[in-house]
């Protein structure tokens, strides 16, 4: 009998069963494991010449998985450092571009440095502090006056956005002289800042803004029927 069509043992062909746990572990499990088996063979073999060319087939493979990006420069790079992660970094084949190094990439990224300011009067934010800092350093003329007061406003528009109440302009000038160190001064000055309401009004707008979506609004009854009266029923 031909060995192709040899007939199996059902209980030989249970026991010979590969399971998940039993397994090598997968790398990269996008491309699953008939891949990997595949990068496995490449890596064993000894002629040069056949395993660059099996390496070649295998990127095609890899690329026909996301056909929209096989030709991109980029996703070239990419699809040659995932073939020589997946085969552990054993895969000897000629690469147009640099071979990647287990080294580099078990590095770990620096960590970020967030900054940790604990500001007395949070409700304005680390950027009026930021703009503060920016305007001490400018020097005195109609330019920083401009800035000084816009900041000014700003604070006082933050300042009723979380409050929720009036404030008078003394009350924002004194905040703006402590944050400065002393270097912007209006106590003295006859300024006056935007209005309390005109401020409310635009907070208001602000925050329907960016309310969440698909909320229908709720249309008052006056609109509808300006005389205040009911509507008559009226049959079809």
Do not use: C
Request: zero cysteines; hydrophobic letters at 30%; glycine letters at 4%.
């Amino acid at each position: 009998m031909i060995e192709k069509y040899k007939k199996e043992n059902a209980n030989d062909v249970v026991f010979n069963l590969e399971y998940n746990s039993e397994r090598e572990h997968l790398i990269i499990p996008e491309y699953g494991r008939h891949l990997q088996k595949l990068i496995e063979q490449a890596t064993v073999i000894e002629d040069e010449v056949e395993r660059n060319k099996t390496a070649k087939y295998i990127i095609q493979v890899m690329g026909s998985l996301n056909p929209h990006l096989r030709d991109v420069p980029d996703f070239q790079h990419k699809l040659w450092d995932q073939l020589f992660i997946m085969s552990d970094f054993k895969l000897v084949a000629d690469s147009p571009y640099p071979i990647p190094s287990r080294e580099v990439l078990q590095l770990k990224p620096d960590v970020l440095k967030y900054p940790q300011n604990y500001p007395k009067y949070r409700y304005y934010g680390n950027n009026i502090k930021y703009m503060i800092d920016v305007a001490n350093k400018w020097e005195e003329g109609e330019m920083k006056s401009a800035l000084v007061k816009v900041i000014a406003n700003h604070m006082k528009k933050s300042y009723l956005s979380w409050n929720k109440d009036t404030v008078k302009d003394d009350v924002i000038f004194e905040h703006l002289y402590e944050l400065s160190d002393g270097k912007l001064n209006l106590l003295q000055s006859s300024e006056e800042l935007l209005n309390t309401t005109d401020l409310l009004r635009t907070n208001k707008r602000i925050s329907n803004k960016i309310g969440p979506a698909g909320q229908p609004k709720i249309q008052s009854n006056k609109n509808n029927n300006k005389t205040g009266k009911p509507k008559p029923f009226q049959k079809k």
